[in-house]
């Protein structure tokens, strides 16, 4: 009697240790399952966003380096093309940006002076590259109008790399054995030729 007792709790042990692993094992799933749906959910939100006629705000999309990799999308196949250029590996990665803007103003010169001497007298000219555009139109007696416009496209991509918090020692052996940190190194390309980074701050709020 007193095996068929210790058989039996055994058997019950071993069911109340199946059930907890399938348990654990189920939560692990679950919570895995609802952390990709949020994911979809919120890189759906994202796209939404983009593509709406109001662009008051903008959704941070959330892939894997090997979503990244093998997105058909052209600014993520872009963002992954300069990060790779930049030789920043996988596992380095932190964050990817891409900002594409134009800046567009329009001047009216008028002179009290007769500047054009002939009436019919009308000029309206273009000036324009990849990047800036000019359109320039002169009119009798006095009227000059500039319309000028600059597109730009920003790349900011964070990376992280080990550095020695002292500087390193010349020696590679000595380099081996002083302490180091985890840097976060951020790189802004200009795409525009004309455009030149006067200043930057990259601030990472810490808790």
Partial sequence: ????????????????????????????????????????????????????????????????????????????????DTRKELKIKD?????????????????????????FKQPAFKLDTLIKDDWASLNLNLEYPNKIIADYSFKNETTIISSTTRETIDPPKKCWIGRLFQKKHTL????VIQENPYCTNNAERHIKIIK
């Fill in 1 to 80: 009697m007193q095996k068929i007792k210790l058989i039996i709790g055994s058997i019950i042990a071993a069911v109340i240790i199946a059930l907890g692993i399938t348990v654990y094992v189920q939560h692990n799933k679950i919570q895995r399952i609802n952390s990709e749906l949020s994911t979809a959910v919120i890189n759906n939100k994202a796209y939404m966003v983009e593509n709406s006629v109001l662009k008051d705000k903008t959704i941070q999309f959330e892939l894997t380096v090997e979503q990244l990799k093998y997105s058909a999308d052209s600014l993520m196949q872009k963002l992954n």
């Fill in 91 to 115: 596992k380095n990665i932190q964050e990817l940006q891409y900002i594409a803007s134009t800046n567009h103003k329009i001047d009216s010169i008028f002179i009290k002076d007769t500047i």
């Fill in 184 to 187: 976060v190194v951020v790189d």
